[in-house]
């Protein structure tokens, strides 16, 4: 039975239809949130599952670094960076990262403006092996497609209304799912004998429902990155407070850009760290010597990899260091004194406010890397049932839709919103801003221009047939 018939039968519809929830406009937004959405769906499941293996794939594309001959003891970490600073004339010391191995490269972050540069230097001849910039390593790049399409802050703008919209749809999917009294079959599993059309549905129903929970999640713990949705909840966290909020992550590339340059500047007023108690006083840049003496106090710590040690710039008046591990509730920071080589603070997770936690739980969890493999492996899963969900939608949809015509579910006559639905629009246009003011443009446009014409009204399915 099609959703069409099942709205004209179905009790429990009809029943919906009269408290405002009129079935077939849920199944007619569904159909349009899932026509806009679904390039998006199929472009970030793809670009997620690749990122999803971050820590696999670059382990694996450094494996000529990490296995190096040694007929001697390594330079100190100070040496190591003038040779790095030497690769890249006019560059400054970003950080310096403890070495994963014995046997591995020293990588060291040299940068300039908003450049950074990775450089791998042989630890114990000095010699450059490879220097690339950050932004040109692949899974960087995958980053940048999976988050902004490569166009930066409006690309993470559009992803972000992609996303609003993708939360949509699988609500509304949710709600025309719902059994409605039918067993189970072709409800929680596909019936895999029927075939055609009717196990197309299937798929697209089954695997909607087991994947919808996890894809929400998803969707929910991506939106502090975006650029717009990151940006205000970062101002509501500063609304009231005389002090500037630092959090563990960026909201946009222009976000993003400007702590690259704070990094690769030196401190507010050309002030650096001199003195046993580190104080601030006007001087030369601090001494890379310093490193030579930081870097066994930041190995005692026994931070999580990676582990970047950072000298005294305009974002961190101090030498510092931070664990950039992706699961981030493992992240912890230092204040360090490079004149005694000692560790003046610790900052953990647990220290941090509790959103910042909440955020940091989600991303890890996004990212594939909170608890392990099984992780990895449930992202990829819902990858996987993200592109069978919109694959089939985009066969059913072609292959139903009637020549000449969009192929959206005819409008049923007027539309009556009833209290619950209303507020839960409301609810979600508040919580998405994004959402929220592009569904008023939507139905502006549709009210004002797309319904005066007959025929665009009846290609876009505006109109009853």
């Not at 569904?30 to 999803?52: D, E, K, M, N, R």
């Not at 992609?162 to 509304?172: D, Q, Y």
């Not at 409800?187 to 055609?196: D, H, K, T």
Request: with cysteine; charged share 20%.
């Amino acid at each position: 039975m099609s959703a069409r018939d099942a709205a004209a039968t179905d009790p429990a519809a009809r029943a919906a239809a009269a408290r405002g929830l009129d079935y077939r406009t849920v199944w007619r937004w569904h159909f349009y949130a899932g026509l806009f959405c679904i390039p998006f769906v199929l472009w970030l499941s793809v670009t997620g599952s690749i990122y999803l293996f971050k820590p696999q794939i670059e382990a694996w594309l450094d494996r000529p670094y990490d296995h190096l001959a040694f007929s001697g003891p390594p330079a100190p970490p100070s040496a190591q960076v003038r040779a790095a600073l030497a690769a890249v004339p006019g560059a400054v010391l970003n950080a310096y990262e403890l070495p994963s191995s014995p046997q591995a490269a020293a990588r060291v972050l040299v940068g300039k403006d908003a450049r950074v540069v990775r450089v791998y230097v042989h630890p114990q001849t000095l010699a450059v092996l490879h220097a690339v910039d950050e932004d040109a390593r692949p899974m960087r790049t995958v980053f940048r497609l999976h988050g902004e399409l490569m166009l930066g802050d409006r690309g993470s703008m559009l992803v972000e209304l992609a996303a609003s919209w993708t939360i949509l749809m699988l609500l509304s999917g949710l709600y025309l799912w719902w059994p409605r009294g039918r067993g189970v079959a072709g409800v929680l599993y596909p019936r895999l004998g029927l075939g055609g059309r009717a196990l197309l549905r299937d798929l697209h129903a089954v695997v909607g429902f087991w994947v919808a929970f996890f894809a929400l999640f998803l969707l929910v713990s991506g939106l502090p990155w975006a650029k717009s949705w990151g940006g205000l909840l970062k101002d509501m966290r500063s609304f009231g407070s005389a002090a500037e909020v630092r959090q563990d992550w960026a909201t946009g590339s222009g976000s993003e850009l400007a702590l690259r340059r704070a990094r690769n500047a030196p401190p507010a007023g050309g002030m650096h760290e001199h003195g046993h108690g580190g104080a601030m006083h006007d001087g030369p840049p601090p001494d890379l010597a310093a490193l030579d003496r930081l870097v066994p106090a930041v190995q005692a710590e026994a931070l999580a990899p990676p582990v970047l040690v950072a000298p005294p710039s305009r974002a961190e008046p101090r030498w510092s260091a931070r664990s950039e591990a992706q699961n981030r509730p493992l992240r912890a920071s230092l204040e360090l004194d490079g004149e005694r080589g000692t560790v003046l603070a610790r900052a953990g997770f647990a220290q941090r406010p509790w959103i910042d936690r909440a955020v940091g739980i989600g991303v890890a969890a996004h990212e594939g890397q909170l608890f392990g493999w099984p992780n990895q492996a449930l992202g990829a899963f819902t990858a996987l049932g993200l592109i069978t969900v919109a694959a089939s939608a985009l066969v059913l949809w072609w292959r139903r839709r009637p020549s000449g015509r969009l192929g959206a579910p005819p409008a049923s006559g007027p539309v009556r919103a009833g209290a619950a639905l209303l507020a839960f629009v409301a609810l979600m246009g508040v919580l998405l801003p994004l959402f929220g003011a592009s569904l008023l443009a939507v139905l502006a446009l549709e009210r004002l221009l797309l319904r005066r014409s007959v025929r665009i009204g009846r290609f876009l399915g505006l109109r009853a047939r």
